[in-house]
């Protein structure tokens, strides 16, 4: 079976990846700044300081699924924050392609993450697809920058494919295990005036729609990872308490309040628009969980 080298192997995504990838007998490398990160598996080394990556790294490779980057909703967006996010998802992409490039590694695919941010935090009646242009907003910014420097890859011949993710909903921490603990509390309530949309997804369709990448050749450019069915976020917040058999009559979180907490992040939570899920279903894609109740019952129906 082929050899995947995984960076960001470490993280909520990645984990999730890791086993599916094992499952489908794929050899899976990850890429860290620490060689002891894991012991399940083959660990290879980069230094982003230093701007160095074992050689052997790339000579295991025959594809590269790039989820390397800083957790976007971790801090305030500082300034400094926001280079910090730029940078680690830009200069570790321009990092793997010069020793790709250097080692004139033949690689069959760069599958990299990016993120429906690209849209921008907007709340709009449109419906956006992979032919919409970048908001100039920070995401929109971000995610245009990042997945330029992923179809550098293009030019040495690599099929490139950006996978422009929505929320991702999942067990392990996320967005959904902060609204399910509000949820249990019996606090569950909108953001803002809750009619925002929030574009998501449930992490065994996003790790499907990697593998669906790495195997379909015809494969190529930005897909968005999002569920077909579009909720906005009171919705989310209901459906969420209603599978906890949970009340739902908080009043909604004022969007002041999140502005004075968060700053401008806090436009990621109380904005929002449609994105289509249409290029991946077309591609052939069938999703696990297309609708909201579905996938909710399935990760915190039994909790």
């Known amino acids: 079976m082929a050899n995947v080298l995984l960076t960001g192997g470490n993280g909520l995504i990645g984990k999730h990846l890791y ?14 700044r620490n060689k002891s990160v894991t012991s399940k598996t083959q660990v290879f080394t980069w230094d982003l300081e230093n701007r160095t990556i074992e050689t052997e790294a790339i000579e295991f490779a025959d594809y590269i699924v790039h989820l390397a980057g800083e ?3 971790e801090k305030r967006w500082t300034t400094d924050r926001k280079q910090q996010i730029i940078d680690s998802r830009i200069k570790t992409t321009d990092l793997i392609f010069r020793q790709v490039k250097d080692q004139n590694k033949n690689l069959k695919a760069f599958i990299s993450a990016s993120a429906v941010g690209y849209y921008g935090a ?7 697809s992979e032919t919409d242009p970048s908001s ?6 971000t995610c245009n920058k990042w997945e330029q420097s992923v179809n550098r890859f293009q030019e040495l011949g690599i099929r490139t494919v950006n996978i422009r993710t929505a929320v991702v909903l999942t067990k392990q921490g996320g967005a959904l295990a902060k609204l399910t603990t509000l949820a249990r509390t019996g606090l569950s309530s909108a953001l803002g005036n809750g009619k925002q949309y929030m574009p998501w997804i449930h992490i065994d369709d996003l790790c499907n729609i990697y593998i669906k990448a790495l195997e379909d050749s015809k494969m190529e450019g930005p897909y968005n990872a999002v569920a077909p069915e579009h909720q ?10 209603q599978v906890l058999k949970k009340p739902f009559w908080f009043p909604n ?29 077309k591609a052939g894609y069938e999703f696990l969980f297309p609708n909201l109740k579905g996938a909710l019952l399935n990760l915190i129906g039994k909790n």
């Open 71 to 73: 957790n976007i909703g």
């Open 19 to 32: 086993e599916k990838l094992q499952e489908k007998g794929y050899n899976v490398a990850i890429l860290s």
């Open 232 to 241: 906005t976020n009171k919705n989310l917040s209901k459906t969420i308490a």
């Open 253 to 281: 979180i004022p969007a002041f309040v999140l502005q004075v907490m968060l700053g401008e992040m806090s436009g990621m939570l109380l904005k929002g628009s449609r994105v289509s899920s249409e290029k991946i279903q």
């Open 122 to 128: 907007i709340t709009s009646d449109k419906l956006y």
């Open 136 to 141: 100039n907003d920070f995401l929109g910014e």
